[in-house]
């Protein structure tokens, strides 16, 4: 049975979404990156990076947001998760790459600054930055990168669990979603689904 550690409130929300998509076999283990259980003994024993996600498969364990739901989605093709054909599954991987690499790291400046600098203020420089930095992603996925109703166009795809997931975490981090209606309506979309709606009914428990 696969195994995915999962913190909530993290990214590994979105890999989290795709397996309940997929109808796969697997084991949530639950850890408090707030508890600094990521830096625990235990859990670097299982991904070294001491980040989430890791899923652990029977082949090994993969880390890292793009090869998890890459993969979920073609060891799971009965669930259309993502394209086969090859172009068009290259620019899902560079839209979740967009999201991994750039979206989410301006989003860690705000509690995780300790990354890029050390001073205080710096980190208080970064803080402040956030809103402005997420700002200019969002308008560049809902100009450019969304295609409607769902990011790669009329069907459900990895990219949706992991956008979803982002997009979440806007207003706490100051960003009204509302200046982006296509992501916004997306965003109530995707959480009305059912197996959105059961993933996070049991983080609410």
């Known amino acids: 049975m696969l195994k995915l550690f999962h913190a909530w409130g993290s990214c ?26 990521q830096r625990g003994a235990e859990y670097l024993a299982v991904n070294p ?9 029977e082949r090994g364990v993969l880390t890292e947001n793009p090869a998890i739901l890459a993969w979920i989605a073609q060891t799971y093709p009965e669930a259309r998760l993502a394209p086969t054909d090859p ?22 400046h705000k509690h995780r600054g300790y990354r890029w600098a050390d001073e205080a203020a710096s980190f208080a420089d970064m803080t ?14 809902e100009d450019e990168m969304f295609k409607g109703p769902y990011v ?14 982002l997009a979440d975490w806007l207003d706490d981090d100051g960003v009204d979603i509302r ?8 965003r109530e979309a995707i959480r009305a689904r059912p197996a959105v709606s059961k993933v996070l009914a049991r983080q609410a428990g």
């Open 49 to 57: 990076k001491g980040r989430v996600p890791a899923l652990v498969t």
């Open 12 to 37: 590994s929300l979105a890999p989290l979404i795709a397996l309940e998509e997929a109808g796969a076999d697997y084991e949530t283990v639950v850890i408090s990156t707030r508890d600094g259980d």
């Open 87 to 108: 172009w068009a599954f290259a620019q899902a991987q560079a839209f979740n790459s967009y999201l991994c690499a750039t979206v989410h790291v301006a989003h860690a």
């Open 179 to 186: 200046q982006f209606p296509k992501v916004h309506a997306h």
């Open 152 to 165: 790669l166009g009329d069907t459900f795809s990895i990219c949706d669990a992991y956008l979803f997931t």
């Open 128 to 141: 402040r930055k956030v809103p402005e930095t997420e700002t200019a992603c969002f308008r560049l996925i």
